[in-house]
């Protein structure tokens, strides 16, 4: 899609994966959206929590030499899609026990079937993060090992992690820490103007 410069417009998906939708990760995920679409960004979101995604069998149907994707019948079709035409991606996600929610994770483990013999099908895409949890800080909420796994996972395939942003939601809700939502508005400015 292009501006009205006729420039391309950068594409954002973010991917919520907090089963709340007005709660604290919402929210982070909400500000990097504004921040984005100031900055004249196309965005589209997904709250998982919403959507008919099973899990990964495993089957490796999607590595055939022929194949042309998961062959699981169900709404990550449309992610796909969207994962496909976006410049920037950004998973949003409490920390639960240590690291991402199930729903996150769910959708991570279902990429698998982004892999295909000449790498993968986010690499060079930029990536974004935002955390939310409850406790005082990354390293005893668990977030830094949430961190740590799209480090790895992301320097692995090939797609730079462009910035994050995390915060505690301990000492209230994240609608209240001014510079936590600052970071992200401008997180969501960064992704759209590296497109």
Same mark, same amino acid.
């Given at each position: 899609?292009?501006?009205?410069?006729?420039?391309?417009?950068?594409?954002?998906?973010?991917? /919520?994966?907090?089963?709340?939708?007005?709660?604290?990760? =919402?929210?982070? &995920?909400?500000?990097?959206?504004?921040?984005?679409? =100031?900055?004249?960004? #196309?965005? #589209?979101?997904?709250?998982?929590q919403?959507?008919?995604? &099973?899990?990964?069998? =495993?089957? /490796?149907?999607?590595?055939?030499?022929?194949?042309? @994707?998961? !062959? +699981?019948?169900?709404?990550?079709?449309?992610?796909? #899609?969207?994962?496909?035409?976006?410049?920037?991606i950004?998973?949003?996600s409490?920390? %639960?026990?240590?690291?991402?929610?199930?729903?996150?994770? /769910?959708? !991570?483990?279902?990429? %698998?079937?982004?892999?295909?013999?000449d790498?993968?099908? $986010? *690499? @060079?895409?930029?990536?974004?993060?935002a955390?939310?949890?409850?406790?005082?800080? *990354?390293?005893?909420?668990?977030?830094?090992?949430? !961190?740590?796994?799209?480090?790895?996972? $992301?320097? %692995? +395939?090939?797609?730079? !992690?462009?910035?994050?942003?995390?915060?505690?939601?301990?000492?209230?809700?994240?609608?209240?820490n001014?510079?936590?939502? /600052?970071?992200?508005?401008?997180?969501?400015?960064?992704?759209?103007?590296?497109?």
């Open positions: 899609m292009k501006s009205k410069t006729g420039k391309k417009r950068c594409q954002i998906l973010i991917l /919520q994966g907090s089963p709340n939708p007005k709660g604290n990760t =919402a929210r982070l &995920a909400d500000e990097i959206a504004r921040g984005a679409m =100031a900055s004249g960004a #196309k965005v #589209k979101e997904f709250f998982i919403e959507h008919n995604i &099973a899990s990964c069998t =495993a089957c /490796q149907s999607c590595q055939e030499p022929k194949a042309r @994707g998961c !062959i +699981i019948d169900d709404d990550m079709d449309d992610i796909y #899609k969207a994962a496909l035409e976006a410049d920037a950004v998973f949003a409490p920390i %639960y026990w240590f690291t991402v929610s199930a729903q996150i994770k /769910q959708v !991570i483990d279902r990429f %698998y079937a982004f892999v295909t013999s790498g993968h099908r $986010f *690499a @060079g895409k930029r990536i974004g993060l955390f939310t949890f409850g406790g005082d800080d *990354a390293v005893d909420s668990g977030c830094i090992n949430a !961190i740590r796994t799209f480090q790895d996972a $992301f320097a %692995y +395939i090939n797609a730079p !992690i462009c910035g994050m942003v995390y915060g505690s939601s301990g000492n209230g809700p994240v609608r209240k001014k510079a936590l939502l /600052q970071k992200a508005f401008a997180l969501g400015k960064k992704l759209a103007k590296n497109g």
